[in-house]
């Protein structure tokens, strides 16, 4: 089995997550059974909806706090009729508006507020219990009930203090008693004082062999339990950003990157380090041996891959642009908006739509008014892009560093050219420049005004000087590199 582990999912995930997916389907179609474990709590959104957003099947996933039960990765099913018949018989009114639904027991001062998975189903997600005007439970469901929390007044504020997890029957599995940051978990035969204990019963109790694979995506406050209970699985650390500060990195010192420093410094126990590309596996190894004096095992494998290239149906849109990303501040979205506009006055056509969620989504929303260019520069949310990249003529960025770039891989599978700046390690593996693309070159010291007016001279020169069948092509070739089955062929070389 090979276990992968990581903290977070979300609906507007990072490069990480959707790394996991594409692995996910690689492992799937290479006969490779894994499984992805997610450590943290979930107290708004069902983890399942979210993983399932992105491509993993439910059987794949392990959420740490019901690993402990027998409950399983499933879907909200659980329905409002199931819920008020827990009510034993009480008289209640009920109202509902959009997501949220409300119960009401006359002469109790008990009301129950409900928030469904959806606006138009009968699907509970979880109900909030409130008693004398004070929050004292909240229940979360599934097909059946999986965790609750209590809650006490304290300082005028709902303060929680324990959590129950529950097998399908309606039993107790285990308890959690929080207070702040300080947490235990109470199980019929044990007391564990720290959720990193709680990682490392975990992981013991999957009673791993040498057969066993456990990759870990993420460190923060469970790589250590990880690696401490592991053996004699196999360990190995994908590496999905660049790993160290260059400004801070002179001949006799290195500063790693926080996320990667124990990973790097726990080397003796480490099996394999993933990179995803082959420059950064070249740096990473020649850093090890000149400030580590060591030499681990290093391979490369991309973090996503494609079933098959993409063909538009019909003529690409003329002169229409593609970004796709968070809408987070490093990804610099906004030096893109504002280029596309300043472009606009020598092509007067050009179009860049924005996938993606994020942060900076009011941030951009605002840019696109105050520049007047709402015609033409548009905001499209989260989408499912395997079909929608092949419509476009090309592929702009404005992020100044991508470890590797899966939205890059996927626009050269449908033939884009990408303009981006010349920054490790996604540009440069994917823009060879001026055959498809432009590399811009870029120092800290560049201010926004020049960054933002190279964008906006390489969209001019892409639209009005290069050949564009030509570019198309090389990006084609390019992609063939990233077809699953030849991602497929190193995986299993790595783990058979």
Known sequence: MIYNFNLGIG???????????????VLRKAGLEAKFVFTDMFPRENIQHMTANIGF???????????????????????????????????????REGKTVKYVFPGTNVYYTVYMADESSDWVHRVEMVSRGCL????????????????????KQAHLYQRRFFNEDGSIAYEEITDGDIVMYRFPDKLICSKEELVGYMVSRLNLTEKDVVIIDRTTGVGQAILQNAAPARIGFPIHAD???????????????????????????????????????????????KYMGVAPKVVTIPVGSLDELKYPEGERRRHSLITASRLASEKHVDWVVEAVALARQKVPDVTLDIY????????????????????????????????????????????????????????????????GFDVRYGNQTFI?????????????????????????????????????????????KKAQNYLTVEVEKRWVDLLS
């Open 136 to 155: 004292v439970r909240k229940d979360y469901f599934t097909y059946c009930r999986i965790y609750s929390e209590y809650y006490a007044p304290l300082d």
């Open 243 to 289: 790993h160290f500060s260059e400004g801070s990195t002179d001949a006799d010192y290195i500063l790693w990157n926080n996320y990667y420093e124990y990973a790097f410094a726990q080397n003796r126990h480490v099996s394999f380090y993933i990179a995803s590309t082959d420059e950064q596996n070249r740096l990473v190894k020649s850093q090890f041996r």
């Open 11 to 25: 609906w507007a995930s990072s490069g990480v997550e959707y790394a996991q997916a594409y692995r996910a389907n």
């Open 57 to 95: 099947l439910d059987s794949e996933v392990i959420w740490l706090y019901t690993f402990f039960t027998d409950c399983k990765t499933s879907p909200v099913t659980y329905t409002l009729k199931q819920l008020e018949a827990t009510f034993g018989g009480k008289e209640f009114t009920f109202t």
């Open 432 to 476: 060879d420049n001026g055959k498809n693309g432009y590399k811009i070159p870029v120092h800290d010291r560049m201010e926004k005004r020049e960054r933002v007016k190279k964008l906006a001279d390489r969209i001019v020169k892409l639209f009005t000087k290069a050949d564009m069948e030509k570019f198309h092509e090389h990006s084609y």
């Open 356 to 419: 993606g969620k994020g942060g900076e989504e009011d941030s951009l929303r605002k840019l696109i008014d105050r520049l007047g260019c709402g015609e033409y520069v548009r905001l499209r949310g989260q989408q499912n892009l395997e079909n929608v990249y092949r419509d476009y003529e090309a592929y702009v960025a404005g992020s100044t560093s991508e470890g590797f770039g899966l939205t890059l891989m996927e626009a050269v599978g449908s033939g884009l050219p990408i303009i």
